[in-house]
């Protein structure tokens, strides 16, 4: 007896070829799960149009005064940074380097020396 006696000896069974696969067949969508669906996509509809009449500010009188304030000191900052040239923020800067003490002066390196 050789080692390839106890091998079966038919041919591969594939998934989704032959008889066996043959036999079942996709099933079709009915009126009746459309149905369902429309009325779950309107029951959505109802629901998201109640949640946003239903919005209630939850925040205190001292978070909207925050908030009020945060947003008109950044309004400030940002007409204050639009007002300025290129030119003017480096006239400005150069301004601020001369006020400067030489401790903050970068030394001159030579490499030939």
């Given at each position: 007896?050789?080692?390839?006696?106890?091998?079966?000896?038919?041919s591969l069974k594939l998934k989704g070829?032959?008889?066996?696969?043959?036999?079942?067949?996709?099933?079709?969508?009915?009126?009746?799960?459309?149905?369902?669906?429309?009325?779950?996509?309107?029951?959505?509809?109802?629901?998201?149009?109640?949640?946003?009449?239903?919005?209630?500010?939850?925040?205190?009188?001292?978070?909207?005064?925050?908030?009020?304030?945060?947003?008109?000191?950044?309004?400030?900052?940002?007409?204050?940074?639009?007002?300025?040239?290129?030119?003017?923020?480096?006239?400005?800067?150069?301004?601020?380097?001369?006020t400067l003490t030489e401790h903050y002066?970068?030394?001159?390196?030579?490499?030939?020396?």
């Open positions: 007896m050789s080692e390839y006696a106890i091998a079966q000896k038919s070829v032959g008889a066996i696969s043959a036999g079942k067949k996709k099933k079709k969508k009915d009126k009746e799960s459309k149905h369902r669906l429309e009325q779950v996509a309107t029951n959505q509809n109802d629901e998201e149009v109640k949640a946003k009449k239903a919005y209630v500010d939850k925040r205190t009188p001292a978070q909207m005064a925050f908030d009020k304030m945060q947003e008109k000191r950044q309004m400030e900052r940002i007409l204050n940074k639009a007002s300025k040239t290129h030119k003017h923020r480096v006239e400005d800067f150069n301004r601020h380097l001369d002066d970068i030394p001159k390196v030579s490499w030939t020396k």
